[in-house]
């Protein structure tokens, strides 16, 4: 994953105009009238900041593209309320959004001109400020004059962040870059989760502003108890029901997919391949310092310090006379912590590595997924009760990198499988959801949000810090990578153990892929250096000119990038690609070889083995316009593979009519390349 993250910024750096187009559109789009809601124009330049911050493209010429795409798309939107007035109201999809307007017109009221400075910078309204000015026909001139200025302030406030992250890893990256990929895709997922909350909040609710009072109504028609509870406490009119009713969707939504993940995690299914795929590629990125890192996070996550967590905040309840809240979160904490270990026992699903004793031992679902999320999404309701939209946004965003920074940790450190974090966050945020269902309509019991906070606060910090001094080195050696090489003999590997090697490619969402018909131990580069006489080179990078070969009816399969492509969650260690000689018009072999955790013992060093497949690729090209890569055959006839060409190479035959060719390369480094052969097979077949 590396090569290809690596390969991804060098070829923005290497082309900054497009990067600079990127930015300018983005920033642009965000500021046009209600059209910005839908752009993620966050997202985009954040990450031109960090690729700014990493050294990849110029910070003045992107700090230019995004100021003047600010400018340009607050003066659109400001022309086109100066033109249309009142009538952008009936034109769909703005008629959608017209609560989002009458915000804007409201917030302009009351801060006049400075509105357009200001409202850039406040979400929900900075994409209607600019026209609701047009549409109250604000001065051109003055409106001018503030949209350059708050288009600079605002360009600093959305690069600034991500320059400095970038830095940061920049810096991080010069000790480890594999520490720097893991912070950086913990980043994004935290960022990702984040974002997608606030576009639902933003976007998606306001498309739908009128089901809310159908839905009651219905309910109101009928004449049975439950109905007419529903619609009393979803009333629109009900001060918390927005509350309740996101509550009760969100339980209807994660218990499902929480029972879907159980299901799915039985012996043989996809997910179970890809848990493991996606531990293998954790392992890959395992660096001393990173697994510190997240060893610190996953004993923040322990369960003696969620349940002196969890005590301090039961005792300033009860202290506060909260008792329904009180009794609430001692039952959501109690179920939790009874259900995790009863479902370890009745499922028996193995972790990745020994680690506990007893029901612990087992891995599904994670408890420190599951009880983290329950015990501080629990506490984040309650602090967050009767606060603004934004602060209860702050409030569960803080909550959220909290738990799923634990949650990450435990399938970086090899504790639990995906599949059993996934699960864990899904059944706590189930938890939580019915715990703001039942008690948060509760008005009568004052909870001190302020000191609650500080308490949670406190008490994680002071105690959790002095857990993890006092226990770090023990969970270094518990957490330490686990090693599962495999050493067979040659002959071990040539009789019988080759069996024992994947026979089938396993892609990173759990499929099952093409065959893996070579078997290679030796070096590399020695076999990419042996095969090319007979024509296998390497493919061409992904650049720009590599990638508009895709869109030209005329590239040549041989121009073409190769699409990467991951066997249980490994990049493959070498890509050769070799032009099929007119088999097909413009078609192409490929051959990637993968790592594997055998090797071959030697008489002075183990060396490992990898597993390769070959592929044929026709280059499809519709209308004579496109160069499109398609997969027409998944495995090659023994004489097609290249792996019987090289000396020593023997035949295996598979029970499913495949063949795979197992090569030892013994010495042979210094050898010459035998030469290119005939279209017969001239190696012996060994069965």
């Not at 994409?127 to 026909?137: K, R, T, W």
Request: net charge neutral; glycine share 10%.
């Amino acid at each position: 994953m590396t090569d290809y993250l690596t390969q991804l910024v060098n070829f923005i750096g290497d082309n900054p105009e497009i990067a600079g187009l990127v930015c300018f559109a983005a920033a642009m789009g965000e500021a046009l009238f209600i059209v910005g809601l839908f752009v993620p124009s966050t997202v985009v330049l954040v990450g031109a900041g960090t690729l700014v911050g990493l050294g990849k493209l110029d910070p003045v010429s992107i700090f230019v593209w995004t100021t003047l795409g600010a400018i340009a798309g607050d003066a659109i939107s400001y022309w086109v309320g100066y033109v249309y007035k009142d009538k952008l109201r009936q034109i769909w999809p703005l008629s959608k959004y017209s609560s989002l307007m009458d915000r804007g017109e409201d917030f302009f009221r009351r801060h006049g001109g400075k509105s357009v400075f200001i409202g850039r910078f406040v979400p929900g309204v900075k994409s209607v400020v600019p026209g609701i000015a047009g549409m109250v026909g604000m001065n051109a001139t003055r409106f001018t004059v503030i949209n350059i200025t708050s288009a600079i302030a605002w360009s600093v406030v959305h690069l600034g962040p991500g320059y400095l992250a970038g830095t940061a890893l920049n810096a991080i990256g010069q000790i480890s870059g594999r520490l720097a990929l893991v912070l950086g895709a913990l980043l994004v997922i935290l960022f990702l989760a984040i974002m997608l909350g606030r576009w639902l909040i933003i976007i998606i609710i306001p498309l739908f502003p009128g089901a809310h009072a159908a839905t009651v109504s219905w309910f109101a028609k009928r004449p049975d108890r439950v109905s007419q509870w529903i619609a009393r406490n979803f009333d629109p009119e009900h001060p918390r029901s927005a509350g309740m009713l996101a509550s009760a969707v969100l339980l209807l939504i994660t218990m499902p997919l929480f029972f879907w993940i159980m299901g799915e995690v039985a012996p043989g299914e996809p997910m179970v391949r890809a848990d493991i795929a996606i531990l293998n590629l954790f392992e890959s990125l395992r660096t001393p310092i990173g697994d510190k890192l997240m060893i610190a996070a996953t004993m923040l996550g322990d369960g003696i310090v969620v349940g002196v967590v969890a005590a301090a905040v039961a005792i300033y309840l009860f202290a506060r006379r909260a008792w329904r809240r009180a009794i609430g979160f001692l039952i959501a904490i109690g179920v939790t912590a009874v259900f995790v270990p009863t479902l370890k026992l009745l499922l028996h699903r193995s972790r990745p590595m020994d680690l506990y004793t007893g029901a612990d031992a087992f891995s599904f679902p994670s408890g420190h997924a599951t009880l983290n999320a329950v015990l501080y999404g629990i506490c984040a309701v309650l602090i967050a009760h009767d606060r603004s939209r934004w602060a209860k946004a702050g409030i569960f965003t803080v909550t959220a990198i909290l738990v799923i920074t634990i949650g990450f940790s435990r399938v970086y450190l090899g504790a639990h499988w995906m599949s059993d974090v996934l699960a864990g966050l899904l059944f706590g945020t189930a938890m939580v959801s019915a715990f703001a269902f039942v008690f948060g309509s509760i008005h009568n019991e004052k909870v001190g949000r302020p000191t609650l906070a500080a308490i949670i606060t406190s008490v994680l910090v002071v105690f959790g810090a002095y857990h993890v001094q006092t226990n770090f080195s023990d969970a270094i050696l518990a957490y330490q990578p686990q090693s599962n090489i495999k050493v067979l003999s040659a002959a071990e590997w040539e009789a019988t153990g080759w069996k024992q090697l994947p026979q089938n490619r396993i892609e990173l969402s759990g499929e099952i892929e093409e065959p893996l018909v070579i078997q290679y131990a030796g070096d590399p580069a020695q076999f990419a250096h042996a095969l090319e006489p007979y024509g296998w080179h390497l493919p061409p990078n992904w650049t720009i000119t590599s990638i508009t070969g895709f869109v030209t009816g005329e590239t040549p399969a041989q121009d073409l990038p190769v699409l990467p492509r991951t066997q249980n969650g490994r990049q493959p260690i070498l890509v050769l690609i070799r032009d099929d000689g007119g088999a097909t018009a413009g078609g192409r072999w490929i051959l990637r070889l993968w790592p594997s955790r055998f090797r071959i013992s030697g008489p002075d060093r183990e060396v490992p083995v990898f597993i390769g497949s070959v592929m044929h690729e026709e280059i499809l090209r519709p209308m004579g316009e496109f160069s499109g890569p398609k997969t027409d055959r998944e495995w090659p006839s023994l004489d097609e593979n290249p792996a019987h060409l090289l000396p020593g190479a023997v035949i295996r035959h598979r029970s499913d009519k495949t063949e795979v060719i197992l090569v030892n390369d013994r010495g042979a480094s210094g050898a010459a390349a035998p030469a290119p052969p005939s279209n017969r097979l001239d190696t012996p077949v060994a069965n």
